[in-house]
């Protein structure tokens, strides 16, 4: 009989609860759907402050301060504050700047957005809530503190600030060419996790309802800039609550399957459920238990590929978009067609030489060929024999008795130019003093 009951309205059941765990509160998220703004000019349900600059809204990101100039401020805020005790918030982002550069990045739940604005940590005063602020404190690659505030101590004027926070963890956020995904899960406790590696948590901190989320972020005059890719956040209903659910759903049955939501709509980290012997699993409703936890581990699983899928799409379009942006006067379609049609030409032309060089018979002309070569051999050998060649010599060579008698006559006539100038110089008078 327990194989008749667990049969398909039952497998329709699990289905249906694994839903129940998480539901995304759609007027506090942004990123889960494409585009994030409709008009490029804000998103529904949030609002945009800045300062120095404006926050650009694009497609599939908000850039919350740009790579220039510097000195730049910016803020999301919710319109609504979150109605639940339990929940989960997920922010991926992304900061890249030069080597030098520095900026900070602030997730914010608290009870008065307008004591906070575009203010940081640093620079805020007073406020009642939650601060995790990511940034290079301490001369590190990187790393995420918690601060908690009662709105009784003033941030901007505390001599000490760092020891106020309840936990820290290192991460290099620079520069990694990937969104980095920050979470945030209020349930049994906080905890904080970065890229599904934990960073810190405290089970005896309870953040109550009724709080705005926020991201904030500052720069210095060497700038880094932040990017906003999705901001989701979702109510996780407690144990009490998920009971009450799959009662619901247990009556809901007999009218037929329920109808299951996009799995898209659920954004979770991966949950590995223990094993467990058959033996120990004794009733039905245990065996329901565990059958539902392994259901709903396995639909974020899911989940998180499709997620990753989504970021891989964006990825591959961001790099389409910057490639074709590259190019001088957009895509060269009629270039590459001229190029196209010349190397037609081309492989034409060379396809006629084959044919003509297979197809012809140069017999004939390389017989041509071989007479005119061996005639310009002869003519050469024949100029160069030695008989020619003493009688070009005797010919036409120089006279060595004609070069002998010049030598002669010169030293003659020099012999008797001298002898002249010394009679001349003896018959001319003497003078004494």
């Known amino acids: 009989m327990r194989p008749s009951f667990l049969s398909q309205p039952l497998l329709w059941l699990l289905l249906a609860a694994t839903t129940s765990g998480q539901q995304v509160n759609e007027e506090l998220s942004f990123g889960f759907r494409q585009p994030i703004s409709q008009n490029g000019r804000g998103m529904p349900g949030w609002s945009a402050t800045s300062s120095n600059h404006h926050i650009q809204f694009l497609s599939d990101r908000v850039v919350l301060t740009p790579p220039v100039p510097g ?5 999301l805020w919710t319109d609504k504050p979150i109605n639940s005790d339990t929940w989960s918030a997920e922010v991926s982002f992304r900061a ?4 030098s550069g520095s900026g900070n990045l602030q997730f914010w739940f608290a ?22 602020v990511i940034d290079q404190y301490g001369g590190h690659g990187g790393g995420i503190r918690g601060f908690l505030n009662d709105g009784n101590q003033n941030f901007r004027a505390h001599p000490s600030l760092e020891s106020l926070a309840f936990g820290h963890c290192e991460y290099s956020y620079r520069n990694l060419g990937r969104p980095s995904t920050l979470k945030v899960t209020n349930q049994n406790g906080l905890r904080v996790s970065i890229d599904d590696r934990e960073c810190f948590n405290s089970e005896q901190i309870v953040l109550p309802s009724g709080y ?10 060497q700038p880094d800039s932040f990017e906003i890719y999705r901001f989701i956040v979702s109510s996780v209903a407690s144990g009490g609550q998920q009971q009450g659910q799959q009662q619901q759903v247990l009556k809901g049955v007999k009218g037929g399957p329920p109808q299951l939501e996009r799995l898209d709509r659920f954004p979770g980290a991966p949950e590995a459920v223990p094993d467990r012997m058959a033996d120990d699993i004794k ?8 059958l539902h936890n392994r259901l709903q581990g396995l639909t974020h699983q899911v989940a998180n590929v499709f997620g990753e899928f989504e970021q891989l799409g ?39 030489v084959r044919r003509d060089v297979e197809g012809k018979d140069y017999r004939e002309h390389l017989n041509q060929l071989n007479v005119a070569i061996e005639s310009v051999k002869g003519g050469i050998t024949d100029s160069l024999d030695p008989e020619n060649i003493g009688r070009i010599m005797r010919t036409h060579g120089p006279r060595l008795g004609m070069y002998a008698f010049g030598v002669v006559a010169v030293q003659v006539m020099i012999a008797g130019a001298y002898v002249v100038y010394k009679r001349r110089r003896n018959s001319m008078p003497k003078k004494y003093l």
């Open 71 to 75: 000195n730049a401020r910016g803020a």
């Open 96 to 99: 890249s700047g030069q080597d």
């Open 212 to 221: 705005y989320f926020g991201v904030t972020a500052a720069t210095a005059d």
């Open 314 to 352: 964006r990825k591959l379009e961001e790099r389409h978009t910057q490639l074709l942006s590259s190019m001088p006067g957009g895509f060269p379609s009629d270039k590459i067609d001229s190029l196209g049609r010349r190397m037609e030409n081309l492989e034409k032309t060379l396809e006629q």
């Open 111 to 132: 009870k008065d957005k307008n004591a906070i604005n575009v203010d940081s940590v640093y620079t805020t005063g007073p406020f009642d809530g939650l601060a995790l």
């Open 283 to 290: 009733s039905q409703q245990e065996q329901f238990a565990d």
